[in-house]
């Protein structure tokens, strides 16, 4: 059974950094892309930045470009999403996720992480 657990959020500055950590266990290499989302309250889910395990290709929303770095360590299962200058807007709950039909354009993950809190205040 295919199993996501995030780690490394929390509460930051304004301009500040944060790295996620997503380790990954029981997954075949069918399952080719890991996805990061997030969503913020009271608003709908959104994709952030997923990457291929097999050539390590990346995708970013443009929300994002220039600031957040998606990278993997296939030797420990484990995919990351460093975030450099955090704004406000990006506080949210942060889930990692894969799937069989995952797709670049952030549709077809059907397996979760529990997802974990980021918040960016003064």
């Known amino acids: 059974q295919v199993q996501l657990v995030e780690s490394g959020g929390g509460l930051v500055q304004p301009g500040g950094s944060l790295r996620l950590s997503c380790v990954v266990s029981?997954?075949?290499?069918?399952?080719?892309?890991i996805g990061w989302f997030r969503q913020a309250p009271g608003k709908e889910r959104e994709g952030v930045s997923c990457?291929?395990?097999?050539?390590?290709?990346?995708y970013y929303t443009d929300s994002v470009k220039g600031r957040f770095t998606i990278s993997r360590d296939n030797a420990k299962n484990t995919v990351y999403l460093q975030m450099n200058s955090l704004k406000p807007e990006d506080t949210a709950v942060y889930y990692c996720?894969?799937?069989?039909?995952?797709?670049?354009?952030?549709?077809?993950?059907?397996?979760w992480g529990q997802g974990t809190q980021v918040t960016v205040s003064s």
């Open positions: 996720a894969t799937g069989l039909k995952a797709t670049i354009s952030f549709a077809g993950y059907s397996h």
């Open positions: 990457i291929s395990r097999d050539d390590g290709t990346t």
């Open positions: 029981g997954f075949s290499p069918d399952y080719y892309l």
